[in-house]
């Protein structure tokens, strides 16, 4: 049922529901009307956020859902976030504070890739817990990640991972055993690092520019700023067919353009200003030179007139009927009495400027969010509507605000630099392992780090630790072990080193670990597990004591395996014997390096990496110009990695990932030859 309503939730949209843990036994018109109370109740909390805040294509609601194909009556909605990922855990938060403040519900949330949650915490998730085994588990519940458990020996609680839970079942259980169910301290302090910044950073997620802009679309902006997403948008998706309307520009003409100071979000600043374009010659249209110290917010404003003329051109004029006022609207006089009582105005006078402009924000919310009309406007209609109804500013007022604009911000977090990028990186995927315990002194340090002589000393310091951290030896060892490493049909384990993960060591798993490793008779033996004659014979033993464990004793038995191990292994050296003297009359051997030994050395058995392994021979091999060679694996494998990394020029590649994947730096490559 979950995974079909997965299907249909289109690319970069999320969708949340708001859920009664303890559902009432009353009747379907009762609960519609305690869920609605419930809806207007959180958008009047939350409005002070909400207001404030700049969407990228569609905003943030919350409506009654009556019940529908086993899912209860709930209160929920759905946005499309676009570009911008930042708005969908923009509702992640709000759903977050929301279970918080109303711990009578319990909240769930996904996308187009299902329990995107799971996704952000995965490095601290469950064995058992999968994209199979995830249906309708996740929840928020009381501010925090709530994850439905598998029953276990340690814990009869929960619901078996083999079986997807109905949200009956689930809010049942979540009511119940909420201990439980609540995600670990890892995982939930993973959830909140994504998180924080909040509610802070929607005023740094905001970019203010100087534009020259057409005076009418100054006018609607003052009015609405949340309508420059809708422009952009415009903009930044046009075709050849959008373009034909801004050769007249009918609704904004250019030549009343006026300077004036306009609010984007980081996203949309960026759409605009990373598009390259040139105005059509009959447009209106004229760019100053670059050098021009305002050319800038020329081109960003002819950008902006593009955007909203294309809008208009798409629609009509909306009825010339007055609406009804909004005082009419009976919701409106308690959505304000719980605007006042969250401290929406903070304690401006009634009347006063300020006081008016908070109002008419609350009103412009109050159509969007509140209400529900059966025929909403389109961005088009609603900045034409405005363009109606508004009162006209003259061009006097506005060219006297110009003298009196604030200073635009800096977009110098345009520019990253590489130090910047492998920073960011090292904190996305180096600082895994101790989410539970960062310091949040080093992240304000690395935040406020500014200047050009600290950022060129700190990239010093870099470059030195870089060049004197890394090994040759650590390369080799480190591919060991991932060959080492547990792996299955989903893929390879990397292993964890000891300095981000505390060894720890739990003689009951390791015992369970080597039985289901060592204890099944159906397996054959692989090249792999013959490493050396203890192995064999720990290995034979135990199959045998399974075949005979009534008939004989084990000292019986020890001694037919030892015979059979023993056998296997000359077996298997044979057949090396074989493979390699077939080698010998190939190329295969000149692409390796030869290591040179001494016969001395290679008598008195001193150590060395061979070709064969740590199998010792047999028999002896003759000592004649074509005696094999040992083998420098390690040399091999090194040499082999540095001209991989060398190939793909500092970009991604095999040697590169799987060497970052292991948490092996190596330094770029200084030798030009």
Known sequence: ?????????????????????????????????????????????????????????????????????????????????????????????????????????????????????????????????????????????????????????????????????????????????????????????????????????????????????????????????????????????????????????????PDTRVLTLVTFTRCLYAQLQQQQFTPDRRSGFTLPPRSHPQYKAHELGMKLAHGFEILCSKCRLPSSEPDAPISCNPQWKGFMDSLKKNGYFRGELEGSARYRELTRSAENFFKQSVTSKSSALSPGEEVLQLLHSCSSLSMEELKKQESQLPQEDSDSWLDITAQDLERMLQERSGGRADVGSHNSSSIKETQHVTGAEERRKETEDDKEEEEAGYSLVAVSQGMKNFLSAMSSHEGAELPWSSSSQPFSFEPASMANALDRLLGSKEEELDSDDLDDDDDDDYEDNDDEEEEEEEKEKAEGSSGHVEMNGTETLDSLRRYMDQMDQELMSTNIGKSFNQTKFNKADLDSGSPHPSATGSLPREGGVEDTEEEIQPLDVDFNLVTNLLESLSCQDGLAGPASNLLQSLGLHLPPNSDSS
């Open 1 to 253: 049922m979950d995974a079909l309503q997965r299907r249909v939730i289109q690319e970069d949209m999320v969708q949340y529901k708001l859920f009664l843990i303890q559902p009432e036994g009353s009747s379907s018109q009762q609960t519609e009307e305690h869920l609605s109370q419930l809806a207007e109740e959180i958008l009047a909390k939350f409005a002070p956020l909400l207001i404030q805040y700049i969407w990228q294509h569609q905003s943030f609601n919350l409506k009654y859902q009556p019940e529908k194909g086993g899912v209860p009556a709930h209160i929920g909605g759905s946005t499309q976030f676009g570009d911008n990922v930042e708005d969908e855990w923009f509702i992640v938060y709000l759903l977050q504070q929301m279970t918080e403040a109303f711990p009578e519900l319990a909240a769930r949330v996904e996308d187009n890739d299902g329990e995107f949650l799971l996704i952000e915490v995965a490095d601290y998730l469950p064995k058992w817990l999968n994209p199979d085994t995830s249906e309708l588990r996740v929840f928020l519940y009381k501010g925090e990640l709530h994850i439905l458990p598998c029953p276990s020996k340690s814990s009869p609680v929960g619901i078996s991972k083999d079986v997807v839970p109905s949200v009956e079942q689930a809010l049942t259980l979540l009511s119940t055993h909420p201990d439980a169910c609540r995600a670990n301290s890892k995982i939930c302090s993973a959830l909140k690092k994504r998180l924080e910044g909040y509610p802070e950073k929607i005023k740094t997620g905001l970019h203010r520019a100087h534009c020259f802009i057409p005076a009418d679309i100054a006018k609607v902006l003052a009015q609405r700023p949340d309508l420059v997403a809708p422009a952009v948008s415009a903009f930044y998706l046009r075709d050849p067919v959008d373009l034909q309307a801004c050769r007249s520009f009918k609704t904004f003409p």
